[in-house]
């Protein structure tokens, strides 16, 4: 039969730890593993129920001396859940302790238990309970923005599931501007006033969202003031921000529509399944974005296709008419109508797909520029445009392509040309697209002083119509560069 050390050392290994309160008295003992299993230094046990009491989680203290003086006064065993006190960085601590009233020979009256770590069976169903619950948000919220029409409730109702949910105060969704160069906060809560719809997170690696855009992968943020990767835009320091997740919101494209942020004041444990569950939401709030954009694009190129027809069939007479009456030779008159034919209907393909909406700049070159592969490098932003000046860039980039076929770069084996362009805000705050076209070996291209009918389709496109500025240099090669106000969506 085991002696007493045996039993000790069983209760040990198997991290269980007994205990005897002499009841209505500050007398508690208890075997001296306890102290492992409650995360208290050796020693620092003094044998006194306030000692116990000291060590309870404030939040639940109350419950378990409830459950307590209720096994005194019913007599029946009783078994309870509770934390140890809070410990700075460091996660919960559970604690299951079961016991009941037993009797000495003497009379005098006992409290007899058990104690036993439980922290990692009530992590697994803590995590399990989020899960279902992720879930069944996830499923609510997907049947919602089916039936949804407006997308800024569809937004909002996300940013309150990922609060409610995931028990955090502040929630967020940027959008990407169509300049390209930063977010826009267009839904969230828990943000100072007047900040929803108006304010602006930056892209750049040093912030959480342009960090995250990069990586095309959710971020979680274990302490943002202990945080390496990047340093946080001052919106999320401004707001006492310690932990968070954010994740990208796919775009109908190329392009994302911008990221869904959550932030804790406290630091918190967020794991890769919380960051699933956000990338769930985003996924919905994309696919609700997608949904209002296509039907919105419908909607307008249905009533562009009607307005548009008469104006396209007067553009093509004036090209026909230009280039033939400008023209000597007819062979070489009917390739160049036919090549800015070609350019035209590209120019309206990228548009009309976009519903004659904002359209992407990047495309339209890529589009325009096709047949020149690799030997023409475009760099710039992926800026959306109005839809009307993004066609005309694309009748602009083919005049140019074809001077420098006739006169430059583009007309050696091996010779390339550069195009770059930017977006800027101008002291006055005027907004300014700003494009280049740079080419080495070009001896002539169109102009200002130029007077052939590119010549003139480029001036009158850019100086006239969109009241922008052409800048030439020729100091080495040919670089024509146009600034031009940036115009309202589309």
Known sequence: ???????????????????????DTNLLSWTANLEEIHALAAGSFDGTLASFQNDLHPEDAAGVWQQIIACIDQGAPYRTVYRTIPRPGLPDLWIEAAGGVSVAPDGTAYLTGVCTDVTARVETEQRLARRQAQQSAVAAFGSFALAEPEFQKIMDRAVHIAADVLQVPLTKILQFADSADHLVLVSGLGWQEGLVGSGKVGIERESQA???????????VADLLSETRFDGPQLLHDHGVRSGISVIIP?????????????????????????????????????AARQVEAARQQALLVREMAHRAGNMLQLVNSIAGQTFSAASDPKLARNSFSARLSALARSNYIVSRSGWGATRFAEVVTETLKPFGERITATGRDILLHPDLCFDMGLVLHELASNSLKFGALGRTLGSVNIHWTYRVEADGARIFSFEWSDPESTAAPDASATGFGSKLVRAL?????????????????RLRFDIPYPERG
Do not use: Y
């Not at 085991?2 to 009841?23: C, F, H, M, Q, S």
């Not at 342009?210 to 979680?220: H, R, S």
């Not at 850019?462 to 040919?478: C, D, L, R, S």
């Open 1 to 23: 039969m085991a002696d007493g050390a045996d039993l000790v050392e069983g209760l040990r290994l198997g991290k269980v730890g007994v205990w005897r309160w002499k009841i």
């Open 210 to 220: 342009g960090f995250t855009l990069l990586a095309q992968a959710p971020v979680i």
């Open 251 to 287: 775009g109908s494209g190329f392009r994302p529509f911008g990221v869904f942020g959550i932030h804790s004041r406290d630091v918190r444990r967020f794991e890769a399944a919380d960051a699933e569950f956000l990338l769930s939401l985003a996924n919905i709030v994309a696919a």
């Open 462 to 478: 850019i100086e006239q119509k969109w009241h922008g500025t052409i800048t030439k240099e020729t100091q080495t090669g040919f």
